[in-house]
């Protein structure tokens, strides 16, 4: 009985040791899961990095004074799927930046426009920076991220900026003052089915009459710039065919980037018919001239209305001190 008693015993000693040290390996485990979980997923396989002298130059410059947050290193999170953009270059970083204080920011605090406090509350909350463009399945380059929500801006093609090529600077604003109109847009709400109405059946939804009629050339100027094919079908621009809010946004983005005299030749293109030797088909062209002009004249109207009474700001006034800006700083 005294042999089976101490075979029980050990017996006992060496399960509950086990135990025991089990016990300590699960402690262990989960000391070393609750330090870890003070981590957030999010921050897993990135590296901390330390303030640089650009982000000091981007808190101090935009951060602080107007509440954007300025992104430029890369995540594949935010980029817009099917895009073509990479990694922004530093060096051209704070270059697209300086710009667009200059241009954007600057234009609408001056004292005689919105002056200082203007873009309380009203910026957007993040700008988005990538290195290469946003051409979407048509091949056609688009004013900013199409799927994006209007308190975010994205920069496309920092990688290929020059603050001295005249038609890299026009580019770059043309799609930051498309993007800014759609922020003012929701933040004042106009009278969109009064809009619509004006161009109503015009509106195709897709880029690919665009690229069929630029045949997959549509880089550079060209794309960005007044249309006489969009003008004689009560348009300013080609982007200005996508869709309402994009008409309404074109006005304004182009006219910010366009002479007076430039868009007065645009709305005289409008009016001027095409020419047939055949008198039922030049009434046709004449009737289609007469739409177009006021189509565009109206819409031209609705806008300066919207600036005036919801921003508080003439556009027509607007664009002169736009376009003295832009011409200074490509000089």
């Known amino acids: 009985m005294k ?3 101490k075979r029980m015993r050990f017996k006992y000693f060496i399960g509950r040791s086990l135990c ?3 016990a300590c390996l699960l402690l262990a485990g989960c000391e070393q899961e609750a330090a870890l979980s003070s981590q957030s997923v999010v921050d897993l396989g990135t590296v901390q990095r330390s303030k640089t002298e650009l982000d000091e130059w981007i808190l101090n410059t935009f951060t602080h004074p107007y509440g954007i947050e300025i992104e430029y290193r890369w995540n594949k999170n935010v980029a817009q799927n099917g895009s073509y953009t990479y990694p ?3 060096a051209n970083v704070k270059s697209i930046l300086e710009t667009i204080k200059a241009l954007w920011i600057d234009l609408y605090t001056a004292s005689d426009l919105g002056g200082e406090a203007f873009f309380l509350k009203k910026n957007p909350i993040k700008i988005c920076m990538y290195g290469g463009g ?3 399945g048509n091949g056609v380059k688009l004013l900013g991220n199409k799927d994006a929500t209007t308190n975010e801006m994205f920069l496309y093609d920092v990688n290929d900026f020059d603050p001295k090529d005249e038609e890299k ?7 930051v003052h498309h993007q800014f109109a759609k922020r003012l ?5 106009y009278d969109r089915n009064k809009f619509l109405t004006i161009s109503r059946s015009r509106y195709i939804e897709s880029t690919k ?3 069929d009629i630029f045949k997959g050339k549509t880089q550079g100027y060209r794309l960005f710039s007044l ?3 969009a003008n004689k079908r009560g348009f300013l621009t080609f982007h200005s065919f996508l869709s309402a809010e994009d008409d309404f946004a074109e006005i304004i983005s182009a006219k910010l980037t366009h002479t007076p005299k430039e868009v007065l030749k645009a709305l005289a293109k409008a009016k001027e018919p095409d020419y047939d030797p055949d008198p039922e088909v030049q009434k046709t062209y004449d009737e289609e001239a007469r739409q177009a002009y006021k189509e565009l004249t109206e819409k031209e109207a609705f806008v300066e209305d919207y600036f005036i009474k919801e921003i508080k700001i003439s556009l027509d006034y607007l664009q002169t001190i736009s376009i003295k800006q832009l011409k200074a700083y490509t000089k």
């Not at 847009?185 to 709400?189: D, T």
């Open 3 to 5: 042999t089976i008693s």
């Open 20 to 22: 025991l040290f089990a």
């Open 88 to 90: 922004p270059e530093a």
């Open 134 to 136: 946003d051409i979407d």
């Open 169 to 175: 600077v026009f580019i770059l604003m043309r799609s």
């Open 185 to 189: 847009m929701e933040l004042f709400p």
């Open 209 to 211: 009459l665009i690229a």
């Open 227 to 229: 249309s006489s094919y």
